[in-house]
């Protein structure tokens, strides 16, 4: 049983910032990938930033120069760090992760159950 909890959501307002964390649980042989992903009613949810399995990292155009992701390997945590946020931030945010768990399994993508993250005056 694999779990990932998230944490650090909350009410901001704009121009502020939050961080939100995001542990990974259970039976673990490896995690690959790990990102966050946000999505508003109606629309589908989106990649916003993710530390892919080679390393490096990605960031959505609409959170460049303003969110940080960051991970923990030893502590299987994944972090968001987001600033100067602005309404069009809100949303509800997913974090997901690539994990084997046993060796010779190939990777499955687990989630979150999801941290909302307003913006408002």
């Known amino acids: 049983q694999v779990q990932l909890v998230e944490s650090g959501g909350g009410l901001v307002q704009p121009g502020g910032s939050l961080r939100l964390s995001c542990v990974a649980s259970?039976?673990?042989?490896?995690?690959?990938?790990m990102g966050w992903y946000r999505q508003t009613p109606g629309k589908q949810r989106e990649l916003v930033a993710a530390?892919?399995?080679?390393?490096?990292?990605n960031y959505a155009d609409s959170v460049k120069g303003r969110f940080t992701i960051s991970r923990d390997i030893a502590k299987n945590t994944v972090y968001l760090q987001m600033n100067s946020l602005s309404s069009e931030d809100t949303a509800a945010y997913y974090c997901?992760?690539?994990?084997?768990?046993?060796?010779?399994?190939?990777?499955?993508?687990?989630w979150g159950q999801g941290t909302q993250v307003t913006v408002s005056s």
């Open positions: 997901a992760a690539d994990i084997v768990v046993y060796f010779g399994r190939s990777p499955y993508r687990y």
């Open positions: 259970g039976s673990i042989f490896r995690i690959n990938g």
């Open positions: 530390v892919p399995t080679g390393g490096g990292t």
